[in-house]
């Protein structure tokens, strides 16, 4: 199955514990982009206030029954050859919230890179959206 971006619903909601008072989820967050058959999502967790970066975000990321933390930069924005929007992002940091070991991040992209898709196309009215991801080192 394939990542679908769409609003929470309320058993949804319930069953994740994403409440407006939770400590973790951004509090009013609406959408996720959900992989029902196999229990993924992404979540939107929050940005930095005026003073901080614009271009970093922090995203909630359930993957193989591990919820991730996920710092992502923008890094660049551009048109391809074809006219369609490339949007390059690195991850800053991804590491698990439950004092569980982290796992590795070659395994967490491909299902990172397309639920990202899954809510660049929903939020930005483009033929498609690209997430080049990348780690960077320390």
């Not at 679908?4 to 407006?20: L, M, N, Q, T, W």
């Not at 008072?21 to 967050?29: H, M, W």
């Not at 992404?42 to 206030?49: E, P, Q, V």
Request: proline letters at 4%.
């Amino acid at each position: 199955m394939t990542f679908v971006f769409e609003i929470i619903p309320e058993s949804d909601r319930k069953k994740y514990g994403i409440a407006d008072d939770s400590n973790f989820y951004r509090a009013g967050e609406s959408h996720w982009a959900i992989d029902r058959e196999r229990e993924i999502f992404l979540l939107r967790r929050a940005r930095f206030g005026l003073e901080g970066p614009h271009d970093e975000a922090f995203w909630a990321f359930l993957w193989k029954g591990q919820i991730l933390d996920v710092h992502i930069k923008n890094v660049d924005i551009s048109q391809d050859e074809f006219g369609k929007i490339v949007d390059r992002r690195i991850v800053l940091g991804l590491c698990s919230l439950r004092n569980e070991p982290t796992p590795e991040i070659s395994k967490v992209l491909p299902d990172l890179e397309s639920a990202l898709a899954a809510c660049g196309e929903a939020e930005l009215v483009i033929p498609y959206q690209l997430y080049s991801l990348e780690l960077v080192s320390k």
